[in-house]
């Protein structure tokens, strides 16, 4: 969806975990689910829902440690896919990897690798069947994790790597077909709940634009066409429309530094609005007009309502939380309370769960795990 923007999230986390120690902030927090945290070596429960997250009946958290985001649900709801950057299992930069939600224990092993191991993936998601997977992955240019940029004059960036293409792949990694082979940037690719369609994100134009496809990688379209960075775009659930963020300059100013920005293969993704359009890229319309960064939007399953992450509140572009909003633009509802990230939310295809990626019960680190909420409207 967006490979580098959780790397942005440790910048933001990072001056926030330095705040928090330094002022002692406590939580205050209501039992629904506890977990246990490890300090000092003394177990202490404590709540992982936070006040105010009366969506939540409850929450289960599925990993601890390392960086875990971008989780998205098999067609039966069985399986989750990810991606996941984590030292003790030996990992440089993003892998993706499959496991069963209810049934595997990620709080003690490690899952099942779907990708290489090669190189920087990111995206993955379901085919129709639940037994093959697309994502993308650099490592036929380089078996290497790419370099990732530093700040640029005090901005922070992250890179469009023109070494990504989507490819499928099976459940135990083989790679399967190659669906991208024009030069540069392909990526962020999702599937239609309808399982006839993909949408990803280019550069084949020399701008950052969406684009549709069959299932194999034929009948390729245009869907967007305007100036910015379009992508992390998912399909409503029947499939008629298309939900996602931009960062589109309008001014001068603006227009000159993305431009120049993206000739050499960054982009400063810290403002961005939610679009929405036909799938077909008909009916394009602003959704949110927040300020700062909106984005990993998802539909609700009744596909009048998207949630989403959003900083808009803060002042110094912390914390991130979820929100929802009616696809008319009314109806803004906080959904999480975090002090720190909450993310990548994606609702089961039943509507009865929600996935989201969150610094929350971390012991005060910068780790990025995936919590399973029972949802409730």
Known sequence: MHPNFYKMKRVFIALLSVSLLACGTEKKTESSESATLNSDSTAIEVSIINQGETHFASLKQLTNGGDNAEAYWSFDDSKLVFQVTNPKWELECDQIFVFDWQ?????ENMPQMVSTGLGRTTCSYFLPGDTTIVYASTHLADSACPPSPERTNGRYVWPIYESFDIFTADLEGNI????????????????????????????????????????????????????????????????????FRSSRPKTEEEITKYKSLLAEGLVEPTNMELYICNADGSDLRQLTDLGKANWCPFFHPSGEKVIFASNHHTERGFPFNLYMINIDGTGLEQVTHD???????????????????????????????????EWQD
């Open 176 to 243: 399967i077909n190659q669906l991208t082979k024009e030069p540069g940037y392909d990526a962020e690719a999702t599937v239609s709940p309808k399982g006839d369609k993909i949408v990803f994100t280019s550069l084949r134009t020399g701008d950052l634009e969406l684009f549709t496809c069959d299932i194999d990688g034929s009948n390729v379209k245009q869907i967007t066409f305007d100036l910015g960075y379009d992508g992390g775009a998912f399909f409503s659930p029947d499939g008629s429309k298309l939900i």
């Open 103 to 107: 049934n595997d224990k990620l709080m």
């Open 339 to 373: 002090e720190t990230f909450d993310a990548f939310p994606v609702f089961s295809n039943d509507g009865k769960h929600l996935v989201f990626s969150s610094n929350r019960n971390n012991g005060g680190t910068r780790e990025t795990n995936l919590f399973v909420a």
